[in-house]
């Protein structure tokens, strides 16, 4: 059971490059959502789905996009990368409330964009 | 507007001690509370959880306090180990967490020998 997997762990874009950040999980949860740590700030919410084919925009949704194909995977697509966008980026899932609504973390993706 | 607060950057709590993290919050839809632990470059640990009908949960060395008049949280660790030196988020959500959840900044808890 790996629980919440991102792939990459470390990644260096450049200004106006695209690419993919990969999330699966292999607990049947329905709840997923992505985050990004900065500096001296707590997590905050980009996207979130309820279930595969739905999700939302979250907080800082900008210059993110995101799908829902399966229950399995939630990637998080950067459009085109700037540098406002370094950060650490989270994803979780949850069963909701058989879990107490408690999200599971994976162990992030730090990116740099220079 | 920062919705969930944690006013403390850091704490720093003897061992064997009991450990006081305290959270505030803005938003009178929350129903749900949470509580992460969090290393450095690892992802956040659910630690424990409490419903907005609650005003205590309870799990080990862990107990979450939640006053609702006030708008207040806390969570206590008793007794406090070195391994629980961490940082601490503070977390809420609107529908049971369908939605995501609104995070705090953390509080960094230091646990000294």
């Known amino acids: 059971n790996a629980g919440v997997t991102q792939t990459p762990k470390f990644q260096v874009l450049k200004t106006g490059q695209s690419m993919t950040l990969q999330c699966a999980q292999d607990?049947?949860?329905?709840?997923m959502s992505w985050y990004r740590q900065d500096p001296g700030m707590g997590l905050r919410l980009i996207h979130y789905s309820v279930g595969a084919g739905i999700t939302d925009q979250g907080e800082v949704p900008n210059g993110y996009n995101v799908s829902r194909s399966t229950t399995e995977d939630f990637p998080l697509r950067l459009l085109s990368a700037a540098p406002s966008q370094t950060s650490v980026y989270f994803c979780?899932?949850?069963?909701?409330?058989?879990?107490?609504?408690?999200?599971?973390f994976g162990s992030g993706t730090r990116l740099t964009v220079v | 507007d920062q919705q969930v607060k944690q006013n403390s950057p850091s704490l720093s709590v003897q061992e064997g001690r009991i450990s006081i993290l305290n959270c505030d919050y803005t938003n009178s839809m929350f129903d749900y509370f949470l509580w992460y632990k969090k290393y450095p470059a690892e992802g956040p640990t659910f630690l424990i959880s409490?419903?907005?009908?609650?005003d205590k949960n309870e799990d080990g060395r862990f107990t979450v306090f939640l006053n609702k008049s006030a708008k207040h949280l806390s969570l206590h660790i008793v007794p406090s180990q070195p391994g629980d030196s961490a940082v601490y988020f503070c977390?809420?959500?609107?529908?049971?967490?369908?939605?995501?959840?609104?995070f705090g900044k953390g509080t960094h808890l230091i646990i000294q020998p």
């Open positions: 977390a809420a959500s609107v529908g049971g967490g369908a939605d995501g959840l609104t």
């Open positions: 409490i419903s907005s009908i609650k």
């Open positions: 607990m049947n949860h329905e709840y």
């Open positions: 979780a899932s949850s069963y909701g409330e058989t879990s107490g609504y408690g999200y599971t």
